[in-house]
């Protein structure tokens, strides 16, 4: 009998191996999306350095943890983004899958031009 982890440890294994193929650079780098159960997160860090070049969450605002919400904080990253100089980005999902939330947060991001196709992500 084949015993399969528990929805956590399957999102970790699932962030893994996107990790193995993303690497955030001073001209594009990763944006790191956290999703938690009162809170979104979204960091741009360049991973040559080892630092976070900008950042945005939810956290301390009064707000719902829903995809409307997911929206408003892909508005916010971008100003954010455009604010730090970012003209590239490449997307790490943190193993959750590409609906909902996390499509609200990167959608903005998208029809800015700062993300162009999925296979450029990768």
């Given amino acids: 009998m084949i015993r399969l982890p528990s929805r956590k440890k399957g999102r970790q294994m699932r962030h893994a191996r996107i990790r193995a193929r993303i690497r955030g650079t001073a001209e594009r780098p990763r944006m790191a999306i ?28 009064e707000h719902k943890n829903n995809a409307a919400t997911a929206g408003e904080l892909g508005q916010s990253a971008l100003k954010c983004a455009l604010d730090a100089g970012i003209r590239r980005v490449v997307v790490d999902r943190g193993g959750h899958k590409f609906h909902g939330r996390v499509k609200a947060i990167v959608e903005p991001l998208k029809q800015a031009g700062l993300l162009t196709g999925a296979r450029e992500a990768s």
């Fill in 34 to 61: 956290m999703i938690s159960n009162r809170h979104m997160y979204v960091q741009f860090i360049d991973d040559d350095r080892g630092a976070t070049v900008a950042s945005v969450a939810t956290a301390g605002r």
